[in-house]
Every structure is written in C-alpha cells, then in structure tokens.
C-alpha cells in the first residue's frame, strides 16, 4: 500500500458542468476526510466518513457538493454545476485511530480549475 | 476561524536547527497541537502532535510551554527537502467530532 491515492490529479472543467474525484484511503484505515484548500491558505474540512457512514458534513458543502463511500473503502466527492469559487485543491486524508490522534495520512490532490 | 498564530515566513541556513514558532493562547486543555508540513503541490505530510509533555520523533521535537499558550516546532539539521510551508494546528471538538483548524502556516525557506 503506498498511502492515499487520488484521482485525477488535475482537473479543468467548464463552469456549469459536474465534475466527481476519486480517493482510495489507506486500506486498514476506516476514517477518511475531505478537505479543501485554496491558494495561500490551510486546508478546510469538507465532510469525514467512518467506515461507509457520512458522519460530519462542513457548512461549506454547499447542496452542489456530495461524498459517497459506499462499501467503506474509496470514496467519492461529487460537484455539481461547478461555479468559479469551486476552483482549489481537494485533498483526501485518512485515519486508522480514532478522531486521527496519531495524524492524518493525506492525498497529493485533486486540483481544480473552472473556467 | 484558526487557533493558531505563525509568522508567515521564515529563512534557515541548511545544517542548522530550524526553529518554527506557534502562539496558541486559546487552547483549551484537552485540545491537542499538531505539525504538518506541505510541499509544493503536495498534500500535507504528519510531522508530530502533543498535548502538554515535549515530543520527539525521527522528524522533529515539539517543544510546548508550561502554560500552553506556545510551542515550538525544532528541525534539529535541516536540509534543502525541508522547505516546505508547516503549518501549526489545534485539534478542537465541533459539533461532537474533533477537526484540525489549520491557519495560514509558515512558509519556511533552507538556504544553501
């Protein structure tokens, strides 16, 4: 296993259109988290799952935004209608110990361009 | 809103210790201080975490105040790979789960 995984790496999609990104967490690791980050800034949380239940969702996932993890392995994060604003770096991360005491294990990304 | 308060960069010679500073005056006294760093167009790496005691681990040592109001990240010989922006973090519970608030970090520069 060599650590998270994310799908695309870029991405450039016209305003309007839908766009969905692929994370493959670290296998034995249960918790998985969404975050977004935008340039000059630290990263912000979008939504964390346990295992394949959706348990904690940021006011910023707005109702075009919606995660999947269906069967508790790889994960999903749907855009739609993207808008201009929508433009960052998605970042995946995941965790085997609770509330990721020893540390999350992030992706490299997912970037984002709408234009 | 972040918890934590960096310089925004910082310069170290290559070789030497690299000291990264952190004011988190807020922090409560279950909420824990963690390190990541972020390399160029890459996601961010774990460096290190701690609650009260100072920590060590192959990467750095975490330095934390006896009032923990502050603490110091300490690169003990840094290289060139070491440039990257660290970023200072608190652990606090939100709406019954625990986030990891990030700020704006340090962006700090190895030179030659």
């Known amino acids: 296993d060599t650590g998270v995984s994310q799908d695309p790496r870029h991405k450039i999609t016209k305003r309007g259109q839908n766009v969905t990104f692929r994370c493959d967490p670290i296998?034995?690791?249960?918790?998985l988290y969404w975050y977004r980050q935008t340039l000059g800034q630290g990263p912000e949380f979008l939504t964390y799952f346990q295992n394949e239940a959706q348990l904690e969702k940021s006011r910023l996932l707005s109702d075009r935004f919606s995660a999947e993890r269906p069967k508790g392995s790889f994960s999903t994060l749907e855009i739609q209608r993207t808008e201009q604003g929508d433009s960052a770096m998605y970042l995946c991360a995941s965790s085997l110990a609770p509330q990721g005491v020893d540390g999350y294990t992030f992706g490299s990304g997912t970037r984002l361009t709408v234009v | 809103d972040a918890k934590t308060t960096q310089p925004p960069s910082m310069d170290c010679a290559e070789g030497r210790a690299a000291n990264l500073p952190c004011n988190h005056s807020t922090i409560s006294g279950n909420e824990y201080v963690y390190w990541y760093r972020q390399i160029h167009s890459q996601g961010p790496q774990y460096i290190i975490h701690?609650?009260?005691?100072?920590e060590t681990n192959e990467m750095a040592s975490l330095i934390i105040t006896e009032d923990r109001k502050s603490s110091t990240l300490i690169l003990p010989h840094a290289t060139l790979r070491d440039t990257a922006v660290y970023y200072c973090?608190?652990?606090?519970?939100?709406?019954?789960?625990?986030?990891?608030?990030w700020g704006a970090g340090t962006k700090l520069i190895i030179k030659p």
């Open positions: 973090i608190v652990r606090v519970l939100m709406d019954s789960n625990y986030q990891l608030i």
């Open positions: 296998s034995e690791h249960n918790r």
């Open positions: 701690g609650l009260k005691n100072n």
